[in-house]
């Protein structure tokens, strides 16, 4: 991975103390870049934050604070984001205004900023589920400006150290059983969170080639995998699935949702995750990110896994 030229001003980072935000600061920093992030006011996630980070607190429906925050900035990468929600509204907020609150921030300055949105593979089905949906939404608020040099990085099923939602199905296939909620002949595409941090520098340094273009990139697993795939690179020495039967897994789904309304919690598990978990596939292609830019994935998924199941992150 090349360095980027240096610049005076900072990359502006939201979502920053996220998942994979949190390997975006870490790898911009490594790269020798001044790097600025976006807070809520109050966050509770403050202790993420990189010391080493410029921040900055801004409500995500303020375009005045997120004016001063981009002024001086030398890129904008958008990582903020909802994946729990038990309507659509509950994910507008991160995954679509607030994408057009630093689009409004970005018209008010003198030279045209580039912008970074990261988004996900689900907005490529936008009917699936609410939360597909505001993926799509918050793309379109990006394509609809024309303010400001954009590229849009839509990404798979992201795992590391650290994250939460991918986790029990690793240890779940780890361990040689799996109870799939999709078809056997499933697959999927997979990347190491890191690789995606690489992603965002290879768009920094390559940003004028990527104007207007979204793309999607994985770990370079040609067709994705399928569980047993998964099992082995996992270290698995044996494999069995079985199916959860889809009347179940929507019964489970619609009862978590009731109860997140009566309890008062914003869910993962509805409906729509359930049509999300049971499509036949979910697969990236590289190939067009990697002849703009030049990025190569660097983990495949059983280095990966050994990463994720306890040797050093950094």
Not at 250 to 270: D, E, I, K, Q
Request: hydrophobic letters at 40%; one cysteine or more; a positive charge.
């Amino acid at each position: 991975m090349s360095t980027p030229a240096r610049h005076h001003g900072p990359v502006l980072l939201t979502g920053a103390t996220g998942f994979i935000g949190r390997r975006i600061q870490h790898v911009l920093l490594q790269a020798g870049m001044p790097v600025r992030i976006t807070l809520r006011p109050g966050s509770r996630h403050r202790s993420h934050a990189d010391p080493r980070c410029e921040l900055r607190e801004c409500n995500l429906a303020d375009v005045d604070e997120f004016s001063h925050a981009v002024a001086g900035a030398r890129a904008i990468v958008y990582c903020a984001g909802s994946v729990r929600g038990r309507s659509l509204e509950d994910f507008l907020p991160a995954n679509v205004n607030g994408v057009r609150t630093v689009m409004q921030a970005l018209s008010s300055q003198r030279a045209a900023v580039p912008f970074l949105l990261i988004s996900s593979l689900a907005a490529s089905r936008p009917g699936l589920s609410d939360y597909a949906r505001s993926k799509y939404l918050g793309e379109e608020a990006v394509r609809e400006q024309v303010h400001s040099p954009w590229a849009v990085l839509r990404l798979p099923a992201v795992y590391g150290p650290g994250d939460a939602e991918m986790a029990p199905l690793l240890k779940m296939a780890r361990s040689g059983f799996v109870a799939r909620p999709g078809p056997k002949s499933q697959r999927v595409s997979l990347l190491y969170a890191d690789d995606a941090a690489t992603a965002v520098i290879s768009w920094l340094n390559n940003w004028q080639k990527c104007r207007g273009m979204t793309y999607s990139i994985d770990d370079g697993y040609r067709g994705g995998y399928d569980w047993r795939a998964i099992a082995n690179a996992a270290g698995s020495k044996r494999f069995y699935s079985t199916a959860i039967p889809l009347p179940l897994l929507l019964g489970l789904a619609r009862l978590n949702l009731t109860f997140s309304r009566l309890v008062g919690y914003a869910p993962m598990f509805t409906p729509g995750k359930v049509r999300e978990l049971t499509q036949p596939d979910w697969l990236c292609d590289n190939s067009a990110f990697t002849a703009t830019t030049g990025w190569r994935p660097q983990t495949d998924l059983a280095r990966g896994l050994r990463l994720t199941f306890g040797e050093s992150y950094d």
